[in-house]
């Protein structure tokens, strides 16, 4: 296992740590999306050869991952799939299995004009779903999960139940909020404490709120999630 990482200050000795993969152009000031993961499509990746799992910081492992390693051939490129546009064939970037050094044609394109892609794109998982040489697979839907859409579950409910760890998952993420951490305690942010369901909506009226509106305070609203305490263990 390996880590790359500008801060390697208490990992385990059994992952070796690498400093950040270098982007090699000016990071794009016009786009909201994770663009220096680009980087990750070098040519050379510190000596790593052959395919290569990814997956980010936030994200939970709740069971056996050897799909990751067994599914589709060795080199495809296979991502989470995002459904949060369900109508967009786009890929999720927060585990994702790639051939590393083989379709460095990503990076090289967006070298050559970062604004102008970034711009076009917006996010660089929709860059890399549609303009990889190899077109992209998906890993299977039990595989990954979504925490917000699979087991926050819908807002009214989520007053009156903790989030479910769908069965068979194999790893859940966390895109946007709330992350791993604050979902464990029962927040949606660091910076919004966990309180009771009388309270949180209370709020949406008196203030401070989850968001700029109404409705979008009450669907912001998560209990405790013992799961994610025992599998992401810090």
Not at 36 to 59: H, M, Q, S, Y
Not at 206 to 212: D, E, H, L, N
Request: charged share 25%; proline share 10%.
């Amino acid at each position: 296992m390996y880590c790359f990482t500008d801060d390697p200050q208490g990992i385990r000795s059994e992952v070796t740590c690498f400093d950040l993969p270098e982007l090699g152009c000016p990071r794009p000031t016009n786009a909201p999306g994770k663009w220096p993961k680009i980087a990750l499509w070098a040519n050379e990746l510190n000596g790593l050869t052959g395919p290569a799992l990814f997956v980010d910081l936030d994200v939970v492992i709740t069971g056996n991952i050897d799909v990751f390693f067994e599914y589709g051939e060795p080199d495809d490129v296979i991502l989470a799939r995002n459904w949060i546009k369900p109508l967009e064939r786009l890929g999720q970037t927060s585990v994702f299995r790639f051939p590393i050094g083989k379709y460095h044609r990503l990076l090289d394109d967006f070298r050559k004009d970062p604004e102008s892609i970034a711009e076009q794109f917006q996010f660089e998982q929709r860059y890399v779903t549609q303009r990889c040489e190899r077109p992209v697979k998906f890993w299977p839907h039990y595989a990954v999960k979504h925490f917000r859409l699979n087991c926050l579950g819908p807002w009214p409910l989520r007053y009156l139940r903790p989030p479910r760890l769908p069965r068979d998952a194999r790893i859940v993420i966390f895109p946007g909020k709330p992350d791993p951490a604050d979902a464990m305690a029962g927040r949606w942010s660091a910076v919004h404490p966990h309180v009771s369901r009388f309270e949180h909506i209370k709020r949406s009226f008196t203030g401070p709120r989850v968001g700029s509106s109404f409705l979008t305070h009450l669907k912001r609203y998560v209990l405790p999630s013992q799961w994610i305490r025992e599998h992401w263990r810090h």
